[in-house]
């Protein structure tokens, strides 16, 4: 079955460090991948998505992600943070036949710290 | 920006109420989607549409119903609101070509059941 796990559930850094959010897939065919970003109280903003070509995708807010198939990963990474990007971070994987819904990973929450 | 919108944004009911969660979009997407996110989760699908006149439950089992008389609304309804309802919900439409296309999230309806 088509599964998405995002392995770390909170993670916190310093203002202007790096991130990195880990996403991993279990998909039988070639996977479409989605980032999206959800801030409180609101829906989800698509940061970036992947569908095939060039496996390193440029995103909104300087998010950049790159899909690595023999790992079955699409890491999110962010050269230097901003306490705007404080956020939950969803993983999704699909559209999936049938439904054509996406599935989606249970989440990271980020933490800025100033 | 998309074009989704969700009423109410907070909604407070006590139990027994029968309430409707209104969702509308103006993209004249085909398929649309009702998720349920309960806080520090990951998202569950409730209920998906094709098109006008298709429904079909998801993955996750939900005393909810919905309807697609016409394809921008996309309402949920509760027959008779329980505390264990109290979650938020997400509505979300794609388009209908092909698979490599996100989906498009409005900003959640935070349901609590007293």
């Known amino acids: 079955a088509q599964s998405v796990t995002q392995p770390d559930i909170h993670i916190t850094v310093s203002e202007g460090a790096s991130l990195e959010l880990r996403c991993n897939y279990s998909y039988g065919a070639t996977p479409y991948l989605f980032w999206y970003v959800q801030s409180p109280g609101q829906g989800l903003q698509l940061l970036l998505k992947y569908f095939s070509g060039d496996t390193l995708v440029q995103g909104i807010k300087g998010f950049e992600a790159e899909f690595k198939r023999s790992q079955s990963s699409f890491n999110l990474r962010k050269p230097s943070v901003h306490w705007s990007d404080a956020a939950e971070y969803f993983c999704?994987?699909?559209?999936?036949?049938?439904?054509?819904?996406?599935?989606f990973g249970q989440g990271t929450r980020l933490t800025i710290n100033p | 920006e998309a074009d989704i919108y969700q009423t109410p944004r907070y909604l407070v009911i006590g139990t027994g109420k029968k309430i409707t969660l209104e969702c509308s979009q103006t993209?004249?997407?085909?398929?649309m989607y009702w998720y349920q996110q309960d806080p520090g989760m990951e998202l569950h699908l409730i209920h998906y549409s094709y098109g006008v006149n298709s429904t079909e439950k998801g993955d996750l089992s939900s005393e909810s119903t919905v309807s697609r008389i016409r394809t921008e609304h996309f309402p949920l309804t509760l027959e008779s609101a329980r505390p264990s309802h109290t979650s938020q919900y997400l509505c979300a439409s794609r388009p209908s070509q092909a698979f490599g296309t996100e989906a498009f999230f409005g900003q959640g309806t935070r349901l609590t059941v007293v």
């Open positions: 999704a994987v699909g559209p999936i036949q049938g439904a054509q819904k996406l599935v």
């Open positions: 993209m004249g997407h085909d398929k």
